[in-house]
Nanobody
Framework: QLQLVESGGTLVQSGGSLRLSCTASGFTLDDFAIGWFRQAPGKEREGVSCIISGGSILKYADSVKGRFTISRENAKNTVYLQMNSLKHEDTADYYC???????????????????????????WGQGTQVTVFS
């Protein structure tokens, strides 16, 4: 069974750090580009970060640039999202999605996509909740 599971979400104080994990079972995660998305209460799901297979191309939303880091650990079939200097506005459910690279990697622009529509056919996890309190 193909499955993607996020973990690591919890309650954390503003200014703190968390590391979210996105672990695959039933398939090899390094064959896919990965996107991290989040959805705050009452808001639309938005892209946070993405990374292509091999990890050479990364991208971050402006709201998290300099605070969040995406990385891959192939031996554990896992992609991480390290979140530092957390703010209240980072409170959301966080999701990872594994997409075929050709659907989300713009080779000409040399960047990966964080547009949800590009992950329409991706494998999605069930989400993990992050709550940042002051």
């Amino acid at each position: 069974q193909l499955q993607l599971v996020e973990s690591g979400g919890t309650l954390v104080q503003s200014g703190g750090s968390l590391r979210l994990s996105c672990t695959a079972s039933g398939f090899t995660l390094d064959d896919f580009a990965i996107g991290w998305f989040r959805q705050a209460p009452g808001k639309e799901r938005e892209g946070v970060s993405c990374i292509i297979s091999g990890g050479s191309i990364l991208k971050y939303a402006d709201s998290v640039k300099g605070r969040f880091t995406i990385s891959r650990e192939n031996a554990k079939n896992t992609v991480y999202l390290q979140m530092n200097s957390l703010k209240h506005e980072d409170t959301a459910d966080y999701y990872c999605a594994a997409a075929f690279q050709r659907q989300v990697w713009d080779k000409v622009a040399d960047k990966c996509s964080m547009t949800i529509l590009d992950y329409e056919d991706a494998y999605w996890g069930q989400g993990t909740q992050v709550t940042v309190f002051s």
